[in-house]
């Protein structure tokens, strides 16, 4: 059965940097989707960056672009977002998202399986 567990949240200074990690598990495919979502209180879920298995597509959505950048490291089977020039309109749930089928999209309704999630606070 897939499972996704978020980790590296927290609270950071407005400016500050922050690197989440989502460790898969139990994925037989040798490809899919992977991505990042978020939400803030009292918003809907918001697309914050995806990218195909192969690594050979990302998207992102234009309130994070030159800011944040998704990765992924193939041996330990992990994904991460890299969150520079935190801002606090960044804060919020952030959640891992995983999809057998690799559509660019940064609609929620792409993606069938979400990690837990974990709190961003951009606080000063």
């Known amino acids: 059965q897939l499972r996704l567990v978020e980790s590296g949240g927290g609270l950071v200074q407005p400016g500050g940097s922050l690197r989440l990690s989502c460790a898969i598990s139990?994925?037989?495919?040798?490809?899919?989707?992977i991505g990042w979502f978020r939400q803030a209180p009292g918003k809907e879920r918001e697309g914050v960056a995806c990218?195909?298995?192969?690594?050979?597509?990302?998207t992102y959505a234009d309130s994070v672009k030159g800011r944040f950048t998704i990765s992924r490291d193939h041996a330990k089977n992990t994904v991460f977002l890299q969150m520079n020039s935190l801002q606090p309109e960044d804060t919020g749930i952030y959640f891992c998202v995983w999809d057998k089928y690799y559509s660019g999209s940064l609609r929620p309704q792409a993606y069938s399986d979400w990690g837990q999630g974990t709190q961003v606070t951009v606080s000063s």
């Open positions: 990218m195909d298995s192969d690594d050979d597509d990302t």
């Open positions: 139990g994925s037989t495919l040798d490809y899919y989707a």
